[in-house]
């Protein structure tokens, strides 16, 4: 939205200066996008007087002269035809930038005499075209600024241009008026009234119009016009046309500048249609589909069913809200006008625009919503103004509707206007704020203008007088404290548990992933969900029908992409929610990690192997230390159907499954898309015991000063035995004594089974001895280690390997 100062203070009384007009502009929410003040080129320039004026001793074109400036007499050599004694002139001294010649001056000499500065003319300064002469000023004392000169003189060459974004809930600022209505309400000035003519029709309108049953109720509710006999459609006036050429319009007849005038200046977009080529009635009616229309900016449109037009008995003379059409647009010889005014539904006019590719300054305002209850007094203005500058003699109003109502009112509670803004705002002050705004106060109650669509509630009133009053005056101050003291946390133990979850993997190397919690009937059903009980009922896509049963879906999807695009070796987790049922404790929170490719890139060293089910079981062991899970756990088989039945475990104690770790199943990668090796695991968070002592401190360090001891065991068992049973058997000698058991050896293969015997292996542990009362004797080491023997025969039903 573009205007000028003069025009704003058409509307407005006000004495403020353009940068506090600026300020505050911004300050409204109209925030200032771009200012144009042609006075800012014009300041250094002042009045100054030739006082002689004679002939340049070597050249026939050029006068010296002899200039009375605010620094004393000064020699200037000038070119212009009319450089003589006498004359009131503008003065550009040495130093100052010209911008009609792109140069900034200094003192030269000019066929051998010197010249200290120039007299302007009006294209030097970028007033006019005009350049055969140098500016002579009517009046003027030396040594006044040219600026002020021209704000007393011409003051449509210094006005400020002003533009200003709009949001779309701001319709009436789309209007110079609803902006002063604004800045008077801010204090920055006193709204002048608005006055409406009475015009008394001398005859009936032979134009009569008639609004489509199907549209009185969503379209048009009401359309208004009346027709002026003997108008004569020449030029419009300068101070019109320079209030249109600087907000970049550009002046076509005075009909047409006119309701370009009251688009910009009130809001009200009109249209003239030359009477004469209008056929018999005027009907606003929805579009069959199929007619054609060439419009003001020369295209030919086709409108599609339903779309809104008015048509007279010929054809289809303008769309509705949006442009006029060319057959019966004004021109010079113009001489009886219909003026249009009308109120349209924002929708429709908006979905016409797009549909027809369509930007007019009409369809801008309309489908925002411009002022239903000023349609027939803007028409009375601009009857007026069309009277006033091109004469003529009115109609009587033909009209077809009604305007809408849009009262309705909303309980204007002072305090909780403070209690929500945060500033003692007085009620007095309130309630002066939402008058001058234009809402009518009964009471408690206040009533939005017809121009504010946008005002739909309570919240509505505090925010216009937040608004006013100006948010920049809001102190920060810190919020009460409920509880005084130190705060209690406010996490839970399971949000804690997801914080941490996820700062481990992380810490893992892992790419945190977050997927969508809907996937497709297909993978559901792969990972034992897609029931009916977890379908979406209106889904976003056929890709997402059904809450997912697990994270891992998710997961592969996302590495499948990856692979698509080139990235074979894929690290990725999430931490969210997954799904059993569609009732709210149907949920739970899972922590799922993929690895899938090589473990690590390319190197001398043989680094470079596929991810295998330890790697999972490696990383899902680590988040379950941090999450506080039990160092001795079981270790089980009894895995769900996405995983390879002998590359996979579940972790848990006893029947609660804590997590589930392996190599996915090859059938759900292809299904997938996914190309293997593949592994993952997945940890149920809240299935992770709680301690039983909760403390706020980490428990105090446990360090024995006693040196441990260290003892390694090789057993010949069976080679379907594993070395977690032999782990688990020799961390049960002794409970108190062994700190850790580890498997750093094994010894398979045809060299294993000719020393051992077929089918057979070799499991090498080390365990490690903590003593914490005294140092071990010998024969307590001799007798652990028998212990640890008889426990890992028995369980695996091996021997000591000799």
């Known amino acids: 939205m573009k205007f000028t100062l003069s025009w704003l203070k058409d509307y407005l009384d006000t004495e403020a200066s353009i940068d506090d007009i600026l300020y505050a502009l911004t300050d409204l929410g109209l925030e200032v996008e771009e200012v144009v003040n042609p006075a800012a080129k014009l300041a250094p320039f002042t009045i100054a007087k030739v006082l002689h004026a004679e ?48 140069t900034t001056l200094g003192v030269g000499k000019i066929r051998g005499v010197e010249s200290h500065g120039m007299m302007a003319s009006e294209r030097e300064l970028e007033l006019s075209d005009e350049h055969n002469g140098i500016i002579e000023l009517p009046s003027g004392e030396v040594g006044d600024k040219f600026i002020d000169w021209l704000a007393a003189n011409r003051p449509g060459t210094v006005d400020p241009m002003v533009h200003i974004k709009v949001t779309p809930n701001r319709p009436d600022a789309l209007g110079v008026r609803g902006i002063a209505r604004d800045l008077a309400a801010r204090g920055l000035g006193t709204l002048k009234p608005l006055k409406i003519p009475q015009i008394d029709g001398q005859f009936d309108c032979p134009v009569q119009v008639q609004i489509d049953p199907a549209l009185k109720a969503k379209g048009c509710p009401h359309f208004a016009g009346r027709l002026i006999r003997g108008v004569t459609n020449g030029p419009s006036p300068d101070w019109l046309q320079q209030r249109l050429k600087a907000i970049g319009l550009r002046p076509i007849s005075a009909l047409v500048d006119i309701t370009n005038f009251f688009t910009f200046g009130l809001n009200r977009p009109l249209h003239v249609f030359d009477a004469a080529k209008v056929k018999g ?7 069959q589909g199929g007619e054609e229309m060439l419009a003001l900016d020369g295209k030919t449109y086709t409108l599609r069913e339903g779309q809104m037009a008015i048509s007279d008995d010929v054809g289809v003379e303008s769309l509705a809200g949006i442009m006029g059409g060319e057959v019966s647009g004004c021109t010079p010889e113009t001489t009886d006008v219909f003026l249009e005014s009308a109120w349209w539904d924002p929708i429709t006019i908006a979905a016409t625009g797009r549909a027809l590719r369509i930007n007019s300054d009409a369809r801008y305002r309309f489908e925002r919503g411009v002022d239903p209850a000023f349609t027939l007094p803007g028409l009375d203005m601009a009857t007026q103004m069309v009277l006033d500058l091109c004469g003529g003699t009115p109609s009587r109003i033909a009209q077809d509707g009604v305007p809408i109502d849009t009262t309705r009112a ?8 403070i209690s929500l803004v945060g500033m003692d705002i007085p009620e007095a002050e309130q309630r002066a704020t939402l008058e001058a705004l234009g809402f009518v106060l009964d009471g408690k109650m206040a009533t939005p203008p017809s121009w504010r669509p946008d005002v739909l509630g309570e919240a509505d009133l505090i925010e216009e007088v ?6 920049t005056k809001l102190i920060g101050k810190p919020l009460p404290r409920a509880v005084s003291g130190v705060p209690k946390p406010i996490l839970t133990p399971l949000q804690q548990r997801e914080r941490t979850a996820r700062r481990t993997i992380v810490a893992l190397g892992y790419n945190e992933c977050v997927t969508y919690s809907f996937i497709d009937e297909t993978a559901a059903k792969l990972f034992g969900g897609g029931t009916d009980t ?62 899938v490719g090589q473990s690590a890139p390319r190197d001398p060293f043989g680094s470079r192997r ?24 079981q270790i089980t088989r009894k895995v769900a159907g996405w995983w390879h039945p002998g590359r996979s475990g579940v972790i848990g104690l006893g029947p609660n499954v804590m997590a589930t770790f392996g190599e996915v199943h090859p059938k759900v990668l292809a299904e997938m898309g996914l190309k293997g090796p593949a592994v993952a695991f997945t940890i149920l968070v809240a299935n992770i015991p709680y301690p039983k002592v909760k ?16 003892r390694d065991f090789a057993f010949v068992v069976d080679k379907g035995v594993e070395g977690l049973t032999a782990v688990n058997a020799a961390l049960g000698a002794d409970k108190t004594l062994i700190e850790s058991v580890r498997i750093f050896d094994q010894f398979t293969g045809e060299k294993a089974e000719a020393q051992m015997g077929a089918g057979k292996k070799s499991l090498a542990l080390t365990v490690r001895l903590q003593p914490t009362e005294k140092t071990l004797t010998e024969a307590e080491i001799e007798a652990v280690s ?13 021997t000591l390997r000799g």
């Open 410 to 417: 909303y309980r204007l509670t002072p305090a909780r206007v």
């Open 695 to 710: 403390t706020p401190t980490r428990p105090a360090l446990t360090i024995s000063d006693l040196q441990a001891v260290d």
């Open 281 to 287: 009635m005027l009907r606003i009616h929805p579009a």
């Open 55 to 102: 002939q340049h001793p070597d050249a026939d074109r050029l006068r010296v002269c002899r200039v009375l400036t605010d620094e004393g007499e000064k020699q200037i050599v000038c070119g212009a035809p009319n450089a003589r004694t006498g004359i009131t002139v503008v003065l550009c001294k040495p130093g100052d930038y010209v911008p009609g010649i792109d």
């Open 786 to 798: 028998a212990k640890i023997i008889e426990k890992v025969s028995k369980a695996t039903g091996g």
């Open 534 to 595: 977890v379908r979406v009922e209106n889904p976003i896509s056929s890709e997402m029908s059904h809450l997912r049963p697990d994270l891992l879906p998710g997961l592969l999807r996302a590495a499948a992409r990856n692979q698509a695009r080139g990235f074979m070796d894929i690290s990725l987790a999430e931490i969210g929610p997954a799904f059993t049922g569609g009732e709210p404790g149907d949920q739970h929170l899972q922590a799922a990690g993929l690895l």
């Open 466 to 471: 937040a608004r006013v009053a100006s948010l």
């Open 610 to 633: 596929p991810v295998e089910v330890f790697d999972a079981k490696a990383d899902a062991e680590a988040v379950l230390a941090a999450l506080g899970a039990p160092a001795r756990v």
